[in-house]
């Protein structure tokens, strides 16, 4: 039952509002994409120029140059252990491969700035000078770099070698992981695209809350109010 009819009139002119926007989002309308799928790109792109960090990852790396680093992890398979011998061996160091077993033998640092070049190509979306150099798939490749030093840090800690196993993670996460995931994606400058974010930002606020008015009118409309408890 209505009870006031003008905020219930004032509530349903709202959600029609917010209904009809909601239904034009969907649509392929912003360069081919819902809004959606727009928006999550803008962030996405923002995301990946926000969190390059190579360069000083590259610097510190070459404080590693010299470290030795001889470490024994067991890869999944023996597949994974072939390919991620690959890797290491381009890097420069001594690979033995029993089974799924590996043994990588060389220079922390120079494995290190491997990973992280790697990583910096993946950033530049160039995934064909990884393909070239270890003859598999490029996303595959940082994934077994992610995976060997994962497997990596716990033979070094199991060792005592805390110091390198905390080293090796943090270019995993700092290079590997933001390598891989925002491979395909083009960085975006959040300085030089103030006003864009702010206006994704500000619309999102003014949907929701006109979402929260269309609710209270219509509430209001059939009687349903909040008061305070006296």
């Known amino acids: 039952m209505i009870v006031h009819k003008k905020e219930f009139t004032i509530g349903l002119i709202l959600l029609a509002i917010f209904v009809a926007i909601f239904a034009y989002m969907w649509s392929p309308s912003f ?78 640092g120079a494995i290190a700035k491997s990973a992280i070049n790697d990583a910096d190509e993946m950033y530049k979306n160039n995934n064909i000078a990884l393909e070239q150099a270890y003859g598999y798939d490029a996303k595959e490749a940082m994934y077994y770099w992610w995976k ?4 990596m840090n716990g033979s070094l800690q199991n060792a005592g070698e805390f110091a390198t196993a905390s080293y090796i993670t943090d270019v995993k996460m700092r290079a590997v992981e933001p390598g891989y995931n925002f491979f395909g994606i083009e960085g975006m ?10 206006f994704l930002l500000g619309f999102y606020l003014v949907y929701t809350v006109l979402y929260g008015f269309a609710i209270y009118y219509l509430f209001e409309g059939v009687g349903i109010m909040m008061t305070s408890k006296h």
């Open 31 to 108: 360069d081919g994409n819902n809004a959606f799928v727009y928006s999550d790109d803008i962030f996405n792109a923002i995301s990946k120029d926000s969190s390059y960090q190579i360069p000083a990852l590259l610097e510190k790396a070459e404080g590693q140059v010299g470290t030795k680093l001889d470490v024994t992890f067991e890869a999944d398979d023996v597949e994974m252990a072939d390919k991620m011998a690959i890797l290491f061996q381009k890097a420069g160091a001594d690979v033995t491969v029993n089974g799924a077993e590996v043994n990588v033998s060389g220079d922390l």
């Open 148 to 151: 060997s030093f994962d497997k």
């Open 189 to 198: 400058s959040a300085k030089d695209n103030v006003g864009l974010i702010s």
